[in-house]
């Protein structure tokens, strides 16, 4: 809408137009008397109109005769005059929003070349990181040059399909690696590609993985074969035996997977809707073996104690198609301890008596932020956590664990120069070289000494974090275990716990 002043000089101007016409309708012959009178009109309509509809139409030369002009000039001066800054109010305002692209074109244009260069450099800086991301890091160790034969890797990633983990597992050293076969987040994936699938099994052939034995997939965080819920639990197994389906297509005879929860039920009805779940996907399969995971012991989390796992064992029809992994920071922190020979054999003994050695098939290889029996699943570099390094001196000298793949999931997140999270694959690399190195050693030499110091030091400040929040929620106990509070606290309180319990137990922090 024009302005205020807009309106009323266009409306003078409308006046002295009809007045105009009037005029010259006296002056002109009858031949040129329509024509003038249409133009004439035409002016006065399209002032009258919007000012978008009477730009396009005032950019057109009015068609006025030469001698019409000349009188209209001299009987009217002053109303030309009117008329022309009536006109140039309003197409003030009509061509000013249109000179803004014009504006914010020109500088799209000169800015153009800088643009180019920008997008140039992040490509050629994408290159740079691909290159460097199958540059390895450290050299694979022939497992026939280690005193016992310990396949360590990590959890890679197989972004870009499958047949890629295996480059990522060379570039930090791995013997052994394990991976997810499709989207971890999602219950529906693309199916696997037959150009992965090819891939994968000659990688494997040509650096000598063992498919079979040493690769150890992962399952979705999103399953729960405890699962009540008669729709949910038709979810999750399918989501199951389509990781299965992939690994038989893969040659890979191992997958890891969380047992699931309890929910509201019963601990025994949920331990037999799992046994049942596996029974049935493994008569839908050929080979797989089903590997649990121990867990943590956090809320209805099942897997937590070997009984747990022994109970779920029991109710499998066919024993070869069912296994266990021990993870170590797990183990910790549901009570089991590891960090001294005695303690270690102690803990080996039980898991031994109640779940039985053949049952062993894998190990996840991780230190713990959290403290012992802390119910805690929190992942720390190895030798900087709670287990500390004398843990996995006796881990990786324990004669039962060879051949087995020993998967390290701990942190390697750190901050770029731009601020962003990115991978240091490099840690991995150096833990396994480390692990590696205690294969044999003495823990009581005087180097030994000083690493296992060097890397608790790394960690104190950790440590202390995670041992203070424990202290607290023991302290919190207590207090409600000999002092009466009023319901209303116990309700906070309460909500305050499972608020401390859901920010740490989210699943495998690695």
Not at 30 to 38: A, D, E, I, M, Y
Not at 139 to 156: D, P, S, Y
Not at 315 to 340: E, M, N, P, Q, W
Request: aromatic share 6%; glycine share 6%.
């Amino acid at each position: 809408m024009a302005p205020r002043s807009s309106r009323k000089l266009g409306t003078k101007a409308s006046e002295t137009d009809t007045t105009r016409t009037v005029n010259a309708s006296a002056a002109v012959p009858k031949r040129g008397l329509k024509s003038t009178k249409v133009a004439a009109l035409e002016v006065v309509a399209k002032e009258n109109v919007s000012p978008a509809k009477s730009e396009k139409q005032k950019v057109k030369p009015e068609p006025v005769s030469e001698d019409e002009t000349s009188e209209i000039e001299q009987k009217s001066t002053k109303v030309k005059i009117n008329r022309v800054k009536a006109k140039a109010v309003e197409e003030e305002k009509v061509v000013k929003p249109k000179k803004a692209p014009a504006k914010r074109k020109a500088k799209t244009e000169d800015d153009e070349d800088d643009a180019e260069e920008v997008k140039t450099r992040k490509k050629r800086k994408t290159k740079e990181d691909k290159e460097a991301e199958t540059m390895p890091l450290a050299e694979r160790t022939a497992i026939g040059t280690l005193k016992k034969a310990m396949h360590i890797g990590a959890h890679v990633s197989g972004a870009g399909g499958v047949q890629n983990s295996i480059n990522n597992a060379l570039q930090i050293g791995g013997n052994s690696f394990a991976l997810f076969l499709k989207s971890q987040r999602k219950w529906v994936s693309p199916p696997l590609a037959p150009e992965a699938r090819d891939q994968f099994k000659a990688f494997c052939l040509e650096h000598k993985y063992d498919a079979a034995k040493h690769v150890l997939p992962h399952g979705s965080y999103l399953v729960n074969l405890a699962q009540a819920e008669p729709e949910k639990a038709e979810q999750a197994y399918t989501c199951f035996l389509d990781d299965l389906q992939r690994c038989e297509a893969l040659g890979i005879k191992l997958y890891n997977f969380h047992p699931g929860s309890t929910g509201k039920n019963p601990r025994p009805e949920a331990i037999a809707r799992i046994a049942a779940q596996l029974n049935k996907a493994h008569k839908a399969t050929e080979s797989v073996v089903t590997v649990l995971e121990n867990m943590a012991g956090s809320g209805n989390i099942i897997g937590s104690t070997w009984e747990d796992l022994r109970d779920i064992i029991v109710l499998i029809k066919d024993k070869s198609r069912v296994g266990v992994c021990i993870d170590t920071c797990h183990s910790f922190a549901a009570g089991y301890d590891l960090r001294s020979p005695e303690a270690f054999k102690k803990t080996m003994d039980s898991f031994a008596s109640i779940v039985g050695m053949p049952y062993l098939r894998a190990l996840h290889l991780n230190d713990s932020k959290a403290p012992f029996s802390s119910h805690r699943d929190l992942h720390a570099n190895i030798g900087t956590g709670f287990l500390g390094l004398r843990a996995f001196h006796n881990i990786v000298n324990f004669t039962p664990f060879q051949d087995l793949p020993m998967v390290l999931e701990t942190p390697i997140d750190k901050k770029g120069d731009n601020g962003k999270v990115i991978e240091d694959r490099e840690v991995w690399a150096t833990e396994i070289k480390l692990l590696e190195g205690l294969i044999g050693a003495d823990p009581e030499t005087e180097e030994f000494k000083k690493e296992e110091q060097r890397l608790q030091d790394i960690g104190v400040e950790e440590r202390k974090k995670f041992q203070g929040q424990v202290d607290k929620k023991q302290q919190k106990t207590l207090d409600s275990m000999f002092k009466k509070s009023s319901p209303k606290k116990k309700k906070k309180a309460s909500k305050e716990s499972d608020g401390e319990d859901s920010a740490s137990e989210g699943g495998c922090n690695y």
